[in-house]
């Protein structure tokens, strides 16, 4: 691809004009409209958009999307556990909860999507507000508490949809796991297991969640003993999709090496790093326009911007310890093509975006796409594989 191609395909596109003019004044500062009612306005037209997307008109406008949004290029396309990822970059866990616009994540350029996190009880959540903007930080400050209208009803959700086939969608479909809050930490191998087996047969692969800061005692589940005897667990149940363990950025380095250790042992399909983090970044002292109190006083887990270095050092311990032999997920303050480069080069197969793709818009997935490809270009590489765990730098120039 020459520069000048380049140029033209990182322009502004319709819809990112059109999301920088409506919503971009209203993630512009902490206050105004309330952060998780506009995520759920979002989901309720992307839950028509996903059931009706068959529909003449809907399907137009889809296929317009993903003409604008997508970046097809057997060089970023990679098999990995089984799974073909037209791309490495996905949405995050923790927006599509519920699984409500499965159908349509790839129109958005996404080369995968994880839908969760599900229990296997249904649960409200914690008390609201529970959704916090740091605008300034192009951060966010959540407890949601695993709110979500539990497997069975999840599962519902998804057969409504009529979705291809395992294998046969046009974006990879995780499901993220989490342990329902009733539920004693001594039996979460089982709740856990209740979930995967009614939902694995709609799983391209499975996410274990131990590492959300919003559910009580969860975290003890990072457990080098804990997490052995729930992977043995779930891994008994007949079709279970390949398993990844989702880690917290908070981990003591010899806890963090156990995991790897631990994954590889047990074959794990893979280690996705990050999840929202406790500790509050250098930001204890900025306060919350809407309570009063600082991050050091509020509850929930931090992400976006500030995460991005303790994300990438997890990362790139996970790489050291585990070899490059098991797939490694990159999450936590990526937010430009260059932060998606960086986590590659340090040993991640795939990206995840969420709170960046908030901030950033549609046009963010592109942007990342182009970005790998220019790289990509700038370094002679012939596929994205030859650049995971590389440790090559970002190339403004060729």
């Known amino acids: 691809m020459g520069m000048a191609d380049a140029d033209r395909e990182m322009a502004p596109t319709g819809t990112g004009a059109l999301y920088r003019r409506f919503v971009g004044p209203l993630l512009s500062s902490d206050e105004g409209s309330d952060a998780e009612q506009l995520s759920t306005l979002s989901l309720a037209a992307l839950a028509q958009a996903s059931l009706r997307r068959g529909w003449p008109g809907v399907s137009t406008v889809l296929a317009g999307l993903a003409r604008e949004l997508q970046r097809p290029d ?225 509850a929930g887990g931090l992400s976006g911007a500030p995460l991005r270095a303790r994300a990438l050092e997890v990362l790139r311990r996970l790489r050291a310890i585990a070899g490059p032999a098991l797939p490694l997920v990159g999450v936590g303050g990526i937010d430009s093509a260059q932060a998606a480069w960086e986590r590659i080069a340090a040993g991640a197969s795939l990206v995840q975006v969420y709170t960046g793709w908030i901030y950033e818009g549609p046009e963010l997935v592109p942007a990342i796409l182009d970005g790998l490809r220019l790289q990509l270009d700038r370094h002679g590489l012939a596929h994205i594989g030859a650049a995971v765990g590389s440790g090559l730098p970002w190339k403004e120039t060729a």
Not at 113 to 134: D, I, K, Y
Not at 143 to 157: H, P, Q, S, Y
Request: with cysteine; aromatic share 6%.
């Open 74 to 298: 057997a060089r970023l396309e990679q098999t990995l556990f089984g799974c073909r990822f037209s791309n490495p970059v996905g949405l995050a866990a923790g927006f599509d909860k519920n699984a409500v616009a499965a159908g349509i994540w790839h129109c958005f350029g996404f080369g995968f999507a994880e839908l969760g996190t599900v229990t296997w009880h249904a649960q409200s959540g914690n008390p609201r507000p529970r959704l916090f903007r740091l605008a300034a930080e192009r951060a966010a400050l959540n407890r949601m508490g695993f709110n979500n209208i539990g497997a069975e009803a999840v599962l519902r959700t998804l057969e409504r949809q009529r979705l291809p086939a395992p294998g046969r969608r046009p974006a990879v479909l995780g499901i993220n796991l989490g342990k329902s809050k009733r539920t004693p930490l001594e039996l979460a191998p089982d709740d856990y297991a209740s979930s995967l087996d009614l939902l694995a047969p709609l799983a391209d692969y499975a996410v274990i969640n131990v590492s959300s800061p919003n559910t009580p005692g969860l975290r003890d589940l990072q457990q080098e003993s804990q997490l052995r005897r729930l992977v043995e667990r779930l891994r008994r149940l007949p079709g279970c999709p390949p398993l990844l363990v989702k880690i917290a950025p908070d981990l003591e380095d010899d806890a963090i090496d156990a995991i790897a250790r631990m994954a590889y042992e047990e074959g794990l399909a893979g280690v996705i790093a990050v999840n929202t983090s406790l500790n509050r970044l250098g930001l204890e002292q900025r306060r919350l326009a809407s309570s009063g109190l600082t991050l050091a006083e509020e």
